[in-house]
C-alpha cells in the first residue's frame, strides 16, 4: 500500500524546499523527494550558492592584490591558493544543505531519497516504493541548454557545473553567452589571472537589463579585462589535448574565424528539467520548450498536481521560485498566497554588482508610458568615496503623472543589496517621493537610492 501525505514536493530545490517547510508550518503532512545525496537542489549544491564563495574568494584576492595599497595596506607578493578556495566552496555547500537537512527534522518533512516518477495523477513511485498524495507539486529546476556542435564534457568544454570544479587557471577562457552566468564565472577566473572572451548572439550582454545600465556594465567589464565578440555565433568545437578551438561566425552571416581556448564555459541559458518525471502518465501539459503549464494558482492541467520555479513561466530565479513555495503552500491551506511579479529584483553578483526590479527605460518606452528618470552617482556618495568604490549609479523610473515607482536600476557596490528598499517601495506601491522622503543613514551607500529619487523630481541635493 503507498504510504500518503497531503503534500509531496518533487526537488529539493529554494522552491521546493521552502513549499514543503511553509506546507509543514500550516499543518499539513509533507514528504520532498530528492535524488541527490543532499537537499538544496542546483542552488544550493551546483549554483548560486558555490558560485557566491568563489566570486568571494577571488573578490577578496583581487582587492587585497590590487586594492589595498590605496588604503595605505602594505602586503607584499600576494598569491592564492585555488584548491583552499574550493575546499572554502565545499565546506559552505555544505553547511547550507545540512541546515536544510535540519530544517527538514525541525518541521517533520520525510525526505523521500531517490528520482520520483508519476505513475497517475496523484501516486508517484521512489525507487520502487509507492506514494500518494491530496496534492504533489513538481519543484524540479532547470538545466543548462546545449548548443549543436558544443559537446560538453564538463573537462575542457564546462557548463556552470564544471565551471566552479576547475583545479587551475585556465589561461584562456570563452564563455558562450553574455548572461548573468557567463559573467559571474567569467568574474572569478578573470580576477585569478585568465582571459576571458565573450561570444554573445545578440549585439548586447544581459538583454534583460536597462539599456544604461548595460552599457555601463560592459564598459566595467572591459576595464577589467573582458574581451566581447558580440553578434556572433558559435558553429563548432574541436577539443584536442591542448585546448579547445571554436568556430564562430557573425550572426547576420559573413565570415567565419576561430577562437582558442584552454576552457570553454557554455551559458546560453537554463531550461526546465522535467527528465524521468514520466509526465504522461499523469496527464500533465508542456508548452512547446518544455515548461509546465499552470494558472495563476501554480495549478497544471490535472486537478491535484502542480509546479512552481523553473519549470513553469517566468524569470529563473531562486528566489522567485521560493516565493512561489510560499504562495502555493498558503494557497492549499486556504489562504490568500500570492507573488507580485512586478517586485521581483534580479541581480547580477560581479563587481560591482548590477541589480534591477521593475520595469527598464526600453520597456517603458516601448508600452508608450511616460515617464521621469532620476539616477545618482556612486562618485558622489561620502561613503562610497571612503570605500573606494565610486563606480556605477542608481536610476530610478517614476510614472510622469503620477510619481508610482515603476522600475530600480543599480550598478555598483553592494547593488543586491540596495535594490531591497526599491523592490519593498515597489510592493508597497510607493512614489519616487515616498522614497526621496525616507529618512536614509549618513553616510551610507543606501544614500545613493534617496538622492537619485530626489532626482526623478529634479531636486537631488548632492550633485
Same mark, same amino acid.
Given at each position: 500500500?503507498?504510504?500518503?501525505?497531503d503534500?509531496?514536493?518533487?526537488?529539493?530545490?529554494?522552491?521546493?524546499?521552502?513549499?514543503?517547510?511553509?506546507?509543514?508550518?500550516?499543518?499539513?503532512?509533507v514528504?520532498?523527494?530528492e535524488?541527490?545525496?543532499?537537499?538544496?537542489?542546483?542552488?544550493l549544491?551546483?549554483?548560486?550558492?558555490?558560485?557566491?564563495?568563489?566570486l568571494?574568494?577571488?573578490e577578496?584576492?583581487h582587492?587585497?592584490?590590487?586594492?589595498?595599497?590605496?588604503? @595605505?595596506?602594505? /602586503?607584499?607578493? #600576494?598569491? &592564492?591558493?585555488?584548491?583552499?578556495?574550493?575546499?572554502?566552496k =565545499? %565546506?559552505?555547500?555544505? +553547511?547550507?544543505?545540512?541546515?536544510?537537512?535540519f530544517?527538514?527534522?525541525?518541521?517533520?518533512?520525510?525526505?523521500?531519497?531517490?528520482?520520483?516518477?508519476?505513475?497517475?495523477?496523484?501516486?508517484i513511485?521512489v525507487?520502487?516504493?509507492?506514494?500518494?498524495?491530496?496534492?504533489?507539486?513538481?519543484?524540479?529546476?532547470s538545466?543548462?541548454?546545449p548548443?549543436?556542435g558544443?559537446?560538453?564534457?564538463?573537462?575542457?568544454?564546462?557548463?556552470?557545473?564544471?565551471?566552479?570544479?576547475?583545479?587551475?587557471v585556465?589561461?584562456?577562457?570563452?564563455v558562450?553567452?553574455?548572461?548573468?552566468?557567463g559573467l559571474?564565472l567569467?568574474?572569478?577566473w578573470?580576477?585569478? @589571472?585568465?582571459? /576571458?572572451?565573450v #561570444?554573445? &548572439?545578440?549585439?548586447?550582454?544581459?538583454?534583460?537589463?536597462? =539599456? %544604461?545600465?548595460?552599457? +555601463?556594465?560592459?564598459?566595467?567589464?572591459?576595464k577589467?579585462?573582458?574581451?566581447?565578440?558580440?553578434?556572433?555565433?558559435?558553429t563548432?568545437?574541436?577539443?584536442?589535448?591542448?585546448?579547445v578551438?571554436?568556430?564562430?561566425?557573425?550572426?547576420?552571416g559573413?565570415?567565419?574565424?576561430?577562437?582558442?581556448?584552454d576552457?570553454?564555459l557554455l551559458?546560453?541559458?537554463?531550461?526546465?528539467?522535467?527528465?524521468?518525471?514520466?509526465l504522461a502518465a499523469?496527464?500533465?501539459?508542456?508548452?512547446?520548450?518544455?515548461?509546465?503549464?499552470?494558472?495563476?494558482?501554480?495549478?497544471?492541467?490535472?486537478?491535484?498536481?502542480?509546479a512552481?520555479g523553473?519549470?513553469?513561466? @517566468?524569470?529563473?530565479?531562486?528566489h522567485?521560485?521560493?516565493?512561489?513555495?510560499v504562495a502555493?503552500?498558503?494557497?492549499?491551506?486556504?489562504?490568500?498566497?500570492?507573488?507580485?511579479?512586478?517586485?521581483i529584483?534580479?541581480?547580477?553578483?560581479?563587481?560591482p554588482?548590477?541589480?534591477?526590479?521593475?520595469?527598464?527605460?526600453?520597456?517603458?518606452?516601448?508600452a508608450?508610458?511616460?515617464?521621469?528618470?532620476?539616477?545618482f552617482?556612486?562618485?558622489?556618495?561620502?561613503?562610497?568615496?571612503?570605500?573606494?568604490?565610486?563606480?556605477g549609479?542608481?536610476?530610478?523610473?517614476?510614472?510622469?503623472?503620477?510619481?508610482?515607482?515603476?522600475?530600480a536600476?543599480?550598478?555598483?557596490?553592494?547593488?543586491?543589496?540596495?535594490?531591497?528598499?526599491?523592490?519593498t517601495?515597489?510592493?508597497?506601491?510607493?512614489?519616487?517621493?515616498?522614497?526621496?522622503r525616507?529618512?536614509?543613514?549618513?553616510p551610507t551607500l543606501?544614500?545613493?537610492?534617496?538622492?537619485?529619487?530626489?532626482?526623478?523630481?529634479?531636486?537631488?541635493?548632492?550633485?
Amino acid at each position: 500500500m503507498a504510504e500518503t501525505f497531503d503534500l509531496i514536493v518533487i526537488g529539493s530545490g529554494p522552491g521546493g524546499y521552502v513549499c514543503a517547510i511553509r506546507a509543514a508550518q500550516l499543518g499539513m503532512k509533507v514528504a520532498c523527494v530528492e535524488k541527490r545525496a543532499t537537499l538544496g537542489g542546483t542552488c544550493l549544491n551546483i549554483g548560486c550558492i558555490p558560485s557566491k564563495a568563489l566570486l568571494q574568494s577571488s573578490e577578496v584576492f583581487h582587492q587585497t592584490a590590487h586594492g589595498l595599497k590605496d588604503h @595605505g595596506i602594505a /602586503v607584499g607578493e #600576494v598569491n &592564492f591558493d585555488l584548491a583552499r578556495m574550493q575546499a572554502r566552496k =565545499g %565546506e559552505v555547500v555544505s +553547511a547550507n544543505t545540512k541546515g536544510i537537512e535540519f530544517l527538514f527534522k525541525k518541521n517533520k518533512i520525510t525526505w523521500i531519497k531517490g528520482a520520483a516518477r508519476f505513475i497517475g495523477p496523484n501516486a508517484i513511485e521512489v525507487g520502487g516504493s509507492a506514494y500518494s498524495a491530496k496534492s504533489i507539486v513538481i519543484a524540479t529546476g532547470s538545466e543548462s541548454v546545449p548548443l549543436k556542435g558544443v559537446e560538453v564534457d564538463e573537462k575542457r568544454i564546462v557548463t556552470s557545473t564544471g565551471a566552479l570544479e576547475l583545479d587551475k587557471v585556465p589561461g584562456r577562457l570563452v564563455v558562450i553567452g553574455g548572461g548573468v552566468i557567463g559573467l559571474e564565472l567569467g568574474s572569478v577566473w578573470a580576477r585569478l @589571472g585568465a582571459k /576571458v572572451t565573450v #561570444v554573445e &548572439f545578440l549585439e548586447r550582454i544581459t538583454p534583460f537589463l536597462d =539599456g %544604461e545600465i548595460c552599457k +555601463a556594465f560592459q564598459q566595467s567589464l572591459t576595464k577589467q579585462g573582458f574581451t566581447f565578440k558580440l553578434g556572433h555565433k558559435v558553429t563548432g568545437a574541436t577539443t584536442g589535448k591542448d585546448g579547445v578551438t571554436l568556430t564562430i561566425e557573425p550572426a547576420k552571416g559573413g565570415a567565419a574565424e576561430t577562437l582558442e581556448a584552454d576552457i570553454v564555459l557554455l551559458a546560453i541559458g537554463r531550461r526546465a528539467y522535467t527528465e524521468g518525471l514520466n509526465l504522461a502518465a499523469a496527464g500533465v501539459a508542456t508548452d512547446a520548450r518544455g515548461l509546465v503549464l499552470t494558472d495563476a494558482h501554480y495549478a497544471t492541467n490535472v486537478p491535484g498536481i502542480y509546479a512552481i520555479g523553473d519549470v513553469i513561466a @517566468g524569470p529563473m530565479l531562486a528566489h522567485k521560485a521560493e516565493e512561489e513555495g510560499v504562495a502555493l503552500a498558503e494557497l492549499l491551506a486556504g489562504q490568500a498566497g500570492h507573488v507580485n511579479y512586478d517586485a521581483i529584483p534580479g541581480v547580477v553578483y560581479t563587481w560591482p554588482e548590477v541589480a534591477s526590479v521593475g520595469r527598464t527605460e526600453e520597456e517603458l518606452k516601448a508600452a508608450g508610458v511616460a515617464y521621469k528618470v532620476g539616477k545618482f552617482p556612486f562618485m558622489a556618495n561620502g561613503r562610497a568615496r571612503a570605500m573606494g568604490e565610486m563606480e556605477g549609479f542608481a536610476k530610478v523610473l517614476s510614472d510622469k503623472t503620477t510619481d508610482r515607482l515603476l522600475g530600480a536600476h543599480i550598478i555598483g557596490p553592494d547593488a543586491g543589496t540596495l535594490i531591497a528598499e526599491l523592490v519593498t517601495a515597489i510592493e508597497f506601491g510607493a512614489s519616487a517621493e515616498d522614497v526621496a522622503r525616507v529618512c536614509h543613514a549618513h553616510p551610507t551607500l543606501s544614500e545613493v537610492v534617496k538622492e537619485a529619487a530626489l532626482a526623478a523630481d529634479g531636486r537631488a541635493l548632492h550633485i
